[in-house]
């Protein structure tokens, strides 16, 4: 493991730390501290190199976009290996498990529940259209409104396949014990309910029709 992966660890989360490697607290705080005066002179040298004059950056490892982003590099090269006999995308895979539930949706509703917006919706929803795997129709409520539901193909192509999704997200959970496994979800989901995009953190959103 690289001194800047371990610093990580050893600092955001000392206590699982202390207890896998069964060493003492003191002697995880020296080991943090000297990791800390490394990167830090490391950093310091390399600017000198470089003449600048701006502050020292975070190592990669410290900021969570970027471990999001690599966990999302992971998730989906996972899903790919596991489920690339389907043809089918992560986000495909989730439009029609959002149909399978909630059939009749519309274009808004199922961009919310997937996390892509409306144009993005459409365009999917189009794709797995000329697959036959959905069909679309005007809504009776709301003719200017289009909705969505599976067809047998799209049914058959999610029992098929499922088994190969759970596998590719077990995969992606295992380097974590069990144990930790619902508190990492539930952090994830605190983190998404929290920022949602157009409205302040903790504000719910508002009820739609």
């Known amino acids: 493991m690289s001194p800047e992966r371990r610093f990580i660890l050893l600092a955001y989360a000392p206590s699982l730390r202390d207890n896998a490697a069964g060493l003492p607290h003191r002697r995880i705080s020296r080991h943090r501290s000297g990791l800390e005066t490394n990167l830090s ?24 976009g970027y471990l999001v982003r690599r966990l999302h590099q992971i998730h989906s090269a996972l899903f790919a290996e596991e489920c690339k006999k389907f043809n089918l995308t992560p986000v495909q895979y989730g439009l029609l498990t959002v149909l399978r539930h909630h059939p009749g949706s519309d274009q808004v509703t199922i961009g ?56 590719s997200q077990d995969r992606f959970l295992a ?29 719910p959103a508002a009820p739609r029709g």
Request: overall charge positive.
């Open 41 to 64: 002179k490391k950093s310091v040298n390399a600017r000198a190199a470089a003449g600048s004059t701006l502050p020292s950056p975070l190592p990669l490892w410290s900021r969570p």
């Open 112 to 167: 919310k529940e997937v996390g892509i917006d409306r144009t993005n919706a459409a365009e999917v929803l189009a794709r797995l259209a000329e697959r036959g795997l959905v069909r679309r129709s005007r809504s009776e409520r709301d003719r200017r409104s289009i909705v969505a539901f599976l067809t047998k193909a799209g049914e058959a192509l999610l029992e098929r396949s499922y088994a190969h999704m759970q596998r």
């Open 175 to 203: 380097p974590l014990p069990p144990s930790s496994r619902p508190a990492f979800m539930a952090m994830m989901v605190r983190l998404i309910e929290g920022k949602a995009p157009g409205r302040p953190p903790g504000k």
